[in-house]
């Protein structure tokens, strides 16, 4: 399957690798930022449901000071080297910063993340990982 909020040039030719027996569904995971001036909050945790996978496509967010964050994909490896400052993630509600290629969480997995208080002040906000709920489908008998 094609990440919809990718560019299209860098996903080559379309093809169909989400397979007969799933469906897919939008659906948005939120994270509450909540720093206190420079906090940094280690391995906090966004819980995936357990009725289906999640594929994460994009993300928004919005906060009242600067941040920066890492994440963990679902096998627990990180998809940076170190924290990233929110300055560096385009950011527009109309227009996530795309995932590509998506990232795969499992039903009852977790999204893991680092965050940090650049603004050495109370930071709050949210991060909205914007994706899609994997659901499988039972196969009829024919």
């Known amino acids: 399957m094609q990440n ?12 169909d690798s989400l ?12 994270y509450n930022i909540s720093l206190t001036a420079s906090q940094l909050l280690q391995g906090q945790v966004v819980s995936i449901f357990t009725e289906a996978d999640f594929v994460w496509r994009g993300l928004v967010f919005q906060s009242t000071g600067l941040f920066a964050v890492q994440f963990q ?10 924290l990233m400052y929110s300055t560096n993630l385009p950011n527009s509600p109309g227009d996530p910063f795309p995932m590509f290629p998506e990232v795969f969480y499992p039903a009852g997995g977790r999204i893991y993340l680092n965050i940090q208080d ?25």
């Open 4 to 15: 919809p909020i990718a560019p299209p040039a860098p996903q080559g030719i379309a093809g």
């Open 19 to 30: 397979g007969i027996g799933y469906i897919e569904v939008p659906f948005n995971y939120t």
């Open 73 to 82: 994909d679902g096998q627990g490896y990180y998809l940076s080297s170190g």
């Open 118 to 142: 650049l603004s050495v002040a109370t930071n709050t906000g949210q991060i909205l990982f914007v994706g899609a709920n994997r659901y499988q489908v039972a196969q009829q008998a024919t």
